[in-house]
C-alpha cells in the first residue's frame, strides 16, 4: 500500500530522519540523540542508515542500516516485529513512500516504493524537486581582490589562472547565494570598457561596472579619516614595532615618519577575531588600501539589511594581503561579518598562460574538435554563440570542480581539440544536455507527422512502467537530491560569525553534473526512448519523457548556477 503524503516534496533527509525514528522506536526530538538504554547506546541518527546511490546495490534496496547498527540497537540483531511494521507504514512530510523491508546478512534494507515516487515527483510537475527547500535572507557582498587595483587595474595580460579561479568561483558563489534567497553584489567595480570586462564576459560573467570617468574619492577620504581617528592608529610613542606591509603607494606620498599605521593585532585581539594570521602586526595604509576599502564601502550600500555577509574569495598567494585590508576595514569601523574563501593555487606544468592565453587555447581547442566532427557547418553566428559557451564551460568545469583549497593541475600541452564525447567535465555536460533537446526536437516532429499524440496529463499515466534501473537511478540519485544539494551552499555561512576562514562544498554543482551526465548517458544509449507508434507502447515512452523532461530542466538549472546557458545542439 502506498504511504504518502501527496502535498509534499519527497526529501532523502526527511526520509532517513524517519527511518531512524521507526527504527530507534521513537521520534528524534531531543539535542543528544546519544540516549541510553540500560547499558546500551543508540547511535547517532544520520549514522543508523546509508542511502544506497550504486546501480548494482539499488537493484535490490534503497536504505541499508548496516548489521552492525542493528547488533548495536538490538539483542544479537535481532529487529523486532513492532520495529518491522513501522518501517513498512512510514509516512510524513517529505519522506519517500516504503514498499518493504527485510533483514539480511548485510543489515536490514528498505526499498522505496518506486511506482508511487516516480509519480509523486513527476505527475505534477518537478519545480519544487529543482530549488532549496526553504528561502534565506540576508545580503552577501562578495568580494574578489584579484579584480582591485594594486596600484594599477588588472588587464586580461596580468590575470593569472590562479586569479581567474577566484573570479570564476565568485560567479559560481552569486548564483549559488541567490538561489537561495540572499542579495547579492559584487566587489570592485570595474570599468565599463576595460579589458578586463571583456575577458570576464566571453565566459560568461556579468561583472558590475562602472562609466569611464567614475571616481569613488569621496568615500576613500572618508574611509582614510576613519583610519586616521580609529583608536587602533599607533602613534608616535609606538613606533618601532614589527610593521607588515599594505601596499605599494603610502596615502599621498607621505614621508615615511608621517605613514599612517594600524595595529592590526591589536584589532583581531580586541574584537575577538578568530583564525586571523598571528603574524599580522602594524600596517601601513596605503593607497590602494584605501580604495579597496572604499569599494567594500559602496558594495554594502544596496544591502537591504544592517549587517552583511562580505565574502572574500581570494588565492592562497593573497590570502596574508587580503587578511591586512579585512582588518585594516574592522578598524575603520565596519561590523559587517567578513569571512575568507581561499583557493588553492592553478598549476600548468611545462608552460606559463596567463588568463587570456588559456582563454584562448581552449577555445581554438574547441573549434577545431567541432570542425572535425561537423566539418564545414561549423560558421556563423550560431557556431559562435556553441563555441563560446562550450569554452567557458571547459574552462569553468576545469577550474571549479575541485574542492577550493585544493590545487588545480591544467594539462595545456596536449595536442589536438577537447573532444565532446567522453567523461571529460564542461564540453562532456553539455553534449548530454544537447541529447536532451534534440530528443524533445525528435519526439515533436513525431508528433507533427501524426506518429505520436501529444504527452498526456501525468495523472492519466501508470508510472509502473519505469522498470528500467538507470530510470531509478536518475529519479533517486540526481532528481530528488538536488534541492538538498542547493540548501548546503549557505549552510557554511551560518557558521560562528567570527571565524576568518570558511570553507564551502563549491565543487559540489560540477561534480554533481559530470555524475549526473555519466548515468545519463549510460541509460540514453542504452534505452530506445522514442519506440514504435503503436499505442500499447505510448504509457511506457510518455512516462520516460517525463523523466527526461525532468531531467532536462534540472540540466537548466543547474549549468544556469554555473552561469553557462543549454546548448540546443551539438
Same mark, same amino acid.
Given at each position: 500500500?502506498?504511504?504518502?503524503?501527496?502535498?509534499?516534496?519527497?526529501?532523502?533527509?526527511?526520509?532517513?530522519?524517519?527511518?531512524?525514528?521507526?527504527?530507534?522506536?521513537?521520534?528524534?526530538?531531543?539535542?543528544?540523540?546519544?540516549?541510553?538504554?540500560?547499558?546500551?547506546?543508540?547511535?547517532?541518527?544520520?549514522?543508523?542508515?546509508?542511502?544506497?546511490?550504486?546501480?548494482?546495490?539499488?537493484?535490490?534496496?534503497?536504505?541499508?542500516?548496516?548489521?552492525?547498527?542493528?547488533?548495536?540497537?538490538?539483542?544479537?540483531?535481532?529487529?523486532?516485529?513492532?520495529?518491522?511494521?513501522?518501517?513498512?507504514?512510514?509516512?510524513?512530510?517529505?519522506?519517500?513512500?516504503?514498499?518493504?523491508?527485510?533483514?539480511?546478512?548485510?543489515?536490514?534494507?528498505?526499498?522505496?516504493?518506486?511506482?508511487?515516487?516516480?509519480?509523486?515527483?513527476?505527475?505534477?510537475?518537478?519545480?519544487?524537486?529543482?530549488?532549496?527547500?526553504?528561502?534565506?535572507?540576508?545580503?552577501?557582498?562578495?568580494?574578489?581582490?584579484?579584480?582591485?587595483?594594486?596600484?594599477?587595474?588588472?588587464?586580461?595580460?596580468?590575470?593569472?589562472?590562479?586569479?581567474?579561479?577566484?573570479?570564476?568561483?565568485?560567479?559560481?558563489?552569486?548564483?549559488?547565494?541567490?538561489?537561495?534567497?540572499?542579495?547579492?553584489?559584487?566587489?570592485?567595480?570595474?570599468?565599463?570598457?576595460?579589458?578586463?570586462?571583456?575577458?570576464?564576459?566571453?565566459?560568461?560573467?556579468?561583472?558590475?561596472?562602472?562609466?569611464?570617468?567614475?571616481?569613488?574619492?569621496?568615500?576613500?577620504?572618508?574611509?582614510?579619516?576613519?583610519?586616521?581617528?580609529?583608536?587602533?592608529?599607533?602613534?608616535?610613542?609606538?613606533?618601532?614595532?614589527?610593521?607588515?606591509?599594505?601596499?605599494?603607494?603610502?596615502?599621498?606620498?607621505?614621508?615615511?615618519?608621517?605613514?599612517?599605521?594600524?595595529?592590526?593585532?591589536?584589532?583581531?585581539?580586541?574584537?575577538?577575531?578568530?583564525?586571523?594570521?598571528?603574524?599580522?602586526?602594524?600596517?601601513?595604509?596605503?593607497?590602494?588600501?584605501?580604495?579597496?576599502?572604499?569599494?567594500?564601502?559602496?558594495?554594502?550600500?544596496?544591502?537591504? %539589511?544592517?549587517?552583511?555577509?562580505?565574502?572574500?574569495?581570494?588565492?592562497?598567494?593573497?590570502?596574508?594581503?587580503?587578511?591586512?585590508?579585512?582588518?585594516?576595514?574592522?578598524?575603520?569601523?565596519?561590523?559587517?561579518?567578513?569571512?575568507?574563501?581561499?583557493?588553492?593555487?592553478?598549476?600548468?606544468?611545462?608552460?606559463?598562460?596567463?588568463?587570456?592565453?588559456?582563454?584562448?587555447?581552449?577555445?581554438?581547442?574547441?573549434?577545431?574538435?567541432?570542425?572535425?566532427?561537423?566539418?564545414?557547418?561549423?560558421?556563423?553566428?550560431?557556431?559562435?554563440?556553441?563555441?563560446?559557451?562550450?569554452?567557458?564551460?571547459?574552462?569553468?568545469?576545469?577550474?571549479?570542480?575541485?574542492?577550493?583549497?585544493?590545487? %588545480?593541475?591544467?594539462?595545456?600541452?596536449?595536442?589536438?581539440?577537447?573532444?565532446?564525447?567522453?567523461?571529460?567535465?564542461?564540453?562532456?555536460?553539455?553534449?548530454?544536455?544537447?541529447?536532451?533537446?534534440?530528443?524533445?526536437?525528435?519526439?515533436?516532429?513525431?508528433?507533427?507527422?501524426?506518429?505520436?499524440?501529444?504527452?498526456?496529463?501525468?495523472?492519466?499515466?501508470?508510472?509502473?512502467?519505469?522498470?528500467?534501473?538507470?530510470?531509478?537511478?536518475?529519479?533517486?540519485?540526481?532528481?530528488?537530491?538536488?534541492?538538498?544539494?542547493?540548501?548546503?551552499?549557505?549552510?557554511?555561512?551560518?557558521?560562528?560569525?567570527?571565524?576568518?576562514? %570558511?570553507?564551502?562544498?563549491?565543487?559540489? %554543482?560540477?561534480?554533481?553534473?559530470?555524475?549526473?551526465?555519466?548515468?545519463?548517458?549510460?541509460?540514453?544509449?542504452?534505452?530506445?526512448?522514442?519506440?514504435?507508434?503503436?499505442?500499447?507502447?505510448?504509457?511506457?515512452?510518455?512516462?520516460?519523457?517525463?523523466?527526461?523532461?525532468?531531467?532536462?530542466?534540472?540540466?537548466?538549472?543547474?549549468?544556469?548556477?554555473?552561469?553557462?546557458?543549454?546548448?540546443?545542439?551539438?
Amino acid at each position: 500500500m502506498e504511504n504518502i503524503d501527496e502535498s509534499s516534496t519527497l526529501r532523502i533527509t526527511p526520509t532517513v530522519r524517519a527511518l531512524s525514528s521507526a527504527l530507534r522506536g521513537k521520534r528524534e526530538n531531543g539535542p543528544d540523540s546519544r540516549q541510553q538504554n540500560g547499558d546500551r547506546i543508540f547511535p547517532e541518527p544520520e549514522k543508523l542508515w546509508f542511502k544506497e546511490s550504486s546501480a548494482k546495490n539499488l537493484r535490490n534496496r534503497d536504505f541499508l542500516s548496516p548489521t552492525t547498527m542493528l547488533n548495536t540497537l538490538y539483542a544479537n540483531g535481532q529487529v523486532p516485529p513492532a520495529v518491522m511494521s513501522r518501517l513498512r507504514s512510514l509516512r510524513g512530510i517529505g519522506v519517500l513512500p516504503v514498499a518493504g523491508g527485510e533483514v539480511t546478512c548485510e543489515g536490514l534494507r528498505v526499498s522505496v516504493d518506486r511506482a508511487a515516487a516516480f509519480r509523486a515527483v513527476l505527475a505534477g510537475g518537478s519545480t519544487e524537486y529543482l530549488k532549496p527547500s526553504s528561502q534565506k535572507q540576508g545580503c552577501v557582498v562578495l568580494n574578489c581582490p584579484a579584480l582591485h587595483s594594486r596600484p594599477n587595474t588588472p588587464t586580461s595580460d596580468t590575470l593569472t589562472l590562479g586569479q581567474l579561479r577566484t573570479v570564476l568561483l565568485a560567479d559560481h558563489m552569486g548564483a549559488l547565494l541567490r538561489r537561495q534567497g540572499f542579495t547579492v553584489s559584487y566587489c570592485p567595480l570595474l570599468l565599463e570598457d576595460s579589458d578586463i570586462i571583456t575577458l570576464l564576459r566571453a565566459l560568461g560573467i556579468n561583472w558590475p561596472t562602472a562609466v569611464a570617468k567614475w571616481t569613488n574619492e569621496e568615500r576613500e577620504e572618508q574611509i582614510l579619516e576613519a583610519l586616521m581617528t580609529s583608536s587602533y592608529r599607533e602613534r608616535e610613542t609606538q613606533r618601532g614595532r614589527r610593521v607588515s606591509g599594505g601596499g605599494q603607494r603610502k596615502v599621498e606620498d607621505e614621508a615615511d615618519e608621517e605613514a599612517l599605521r594600524v595595529n592590526l593585532k591589536r584589532v583581531f585581539q580586541e574584537e575577538g577575531l578568530l583564525g586571523y594570521d598571528p603574524s599580522l602586526g602594524t600596517c601601513t595604509v596605503h593607497r590602494d588600501s584605501v580604495s579597496h576599502l572604499a569599494q567594500l564601502d559602496l558594495a554594502t550600500v544596496a544591502c537591504t %539589511v544592517a549587517m552583511a555577509t562580505v565574502l572574500h574569495v581570494t588565492s592562497c598567494q593573497d590570502e596574508f594581503r587580503q587578511q591586512q585590508i579585512a582588518v585594516l576595514w574592522r578598524a575603520s569601523g565596519t561590523t559587517h561579518t567578513q569571512r575568507h574563501l581561499v583557493c588553492g593555487p592553478v598549476k600548468t606544468p611545462g608552460s606559463h598562460l596567463t588568463a587570456a592565453q588559456y582563454l584562448q587555447l581552449r577555445r581554438g581547442q574547441m573549434k577545431e574538435a567541432s570542425e572535425m566532427k561537423y566539418g564545414d557547418q561549423v560558421e556563423g553566428q550560431t557556431w559562435d554563440d556553441i563555441i563560446r559557451a562550450m569554452t567557458s564551460a571547459t574552462v569553468r568545469f576545469e577550474l571549479l570542480s575541485t574542492v577550493h583549497t585544493s590545487p %588545480v593541475t591544467l594539462d595545456v600541452l596536449r595536442e589536438g581539440g577537447v573532444p565532446t564525447k567522453g567523461p571529460r567535465g564542461g564540453a562532456f555536460v553539455m553534449y548530454n544536455c544537447a541529447r536532451l533537446h534534440t530528443l524533445f526536437d525528435s519526439y515533436e516532429r513525431g508528433v507533427e507527422k501524426g506518429l505520436y499524440p501529444e504527452i498526456p496529463e501525468g495523472s492519466q499515466l501508470d508510472f509502473s512502467a519505469l522498470k528500467e534501473e538507470g530510470e531509478w537511478l536518475l529519479l533517486f540519485n540526481y532528481l530528488i537530491p538536488f534541492s538538498e544539494l542547493l540548501d548546503q551552499s549557505g549552510q557554511a555561512l551560518d557558521c560562528e560569525e567570527r571565524v576568518a576562514r %570558511v570553507n564551502i562544498k563549491t565543487e559540489q %554543482v560540477c561534480k554533481f553534473l559530470v555524475s549526473l551526465s555519466k548515468d545519463f548517458s549510460s541509460y540514453y544509449n542504452r534505452v530506445h526512448v522514442l519506440g514504435e507508434p503503436l499505442p500499447h507502447l505510448f504509457n511506457q515512452m510518455f512516462c520516460r519523457l517525463y523523466l527526461l523532461r525532468a531531467l532536462r530542466e534540472l540540466y537548466h538549472n543547474a549549468l544556469d548556477i554555473l552561469n553557462l546557458p543549454p546548448i540546443r545542439q551539438l
